[in-house]
């Protein structure tokens, strides 16, 4: 059983397209995170979710909107696609203060 | 703000040997953890080990040891009998634990890759 899952694991999509990544966690987790792994495989927290309520919200372009339906889903809905929005995007779960786990990634291409 | 220092991009390690990754980092805080993490070529992000800064003892976990310096900011992980699976890039991470806002919010290394050699 897939712990933290993430849909779709490859994005390839045209510049000025909206698109959405879907991520689930069946850990029983109240938080769930957005992170994003650039070129470099630089990682950076984006967002962090407590019991469906915004708590991390780094300095992230507002074309990005997380949104948790419950405590087990955490989606991301990118508009606007920009060519350095290419990157891969981990989602990642934890109960509160704890150690997160993540999904397998999003590989975004953006042309 | 908390920072997060991995000085070595690259290493190479003999199968079976014994190899150490450095990572050192800068905090004002006193309540924290720190976590390795590894990423195989598959992009998948594992825990490797936990330590809390706490706890005076340091993290095994079967071939993988940390070395906690808290005086000197130092988290080095060991890999004792590197086997061709531990290929991947090392990630070095911190997390505030006061409780806080910032609780959950990993702060990540720039990230070492090793290479397992038969």
């Known amino acids: 059983d897939t712990a933290v899952s993430q849909t779709p694991k490859y994005l390839v999509t045209q510049m000025g397209n909206d698109k959405s990544i879907k991520c689930e966690q069946n850990?029983?987790?109240?938080?769930m995170y957005w992170y994003k792994q650039d070129s470099k495989k630089f990682l950076k927290i984006m967002f962090s979710y407590n019991n469906k309520e915004l708590i991390i919200n780094e300095t992230v372009p507002n074309r990005f909107s997380p949104k948790s339906p419950d405590k087990a889903h955490l989606n991301l809905h990118i508009n606007s696609l920009e060519l350095g929005d290419s990157a891969v995007y981990f989602c990642?779960?934890?109960?509160?203060?704890?150690?997160?786990?993540f999904g397998p990634g999003t590989r975004l291409l953006v042309l | 703000a908390q920072t997060v220092t991995q000085s070595q991009p690259e290493m190479s390690v003999q199968e079976a040997e014994t190899v150490t990754l450095s990572c050192t980092y800068d905090t004002s805080e006193n309540n924290y953890y720190l976590f390795w993490y590894k990423q195989p070529p598959s992009r998948q992000m594992i825990l490797v080990i936990r330590q809390e800064a706490y706890k005076q003892q340091n993290a095994t976990e079967n071939r993988f040891s940390v070395n906690f310096q808290k005086a000197a900011k130092s988290f080095s992980l060991k890999i004792s009998d590197s086997q061709l699976g531990d290929t991947a890039m090392y990630f070095c991470a911190f997390m505030n634990g006061d409780g806080s806002g910032n609780t959950g919010k990993l702060i990540f290394g720039q990230g070492t890759t090793l290479q397992v050699k038969p």
């Open positions: 990642a779960s934890s109960r509160f203060g704890g150690t997160q786990y």
């Open positions: 850990l029983g987790h109240d938080t």
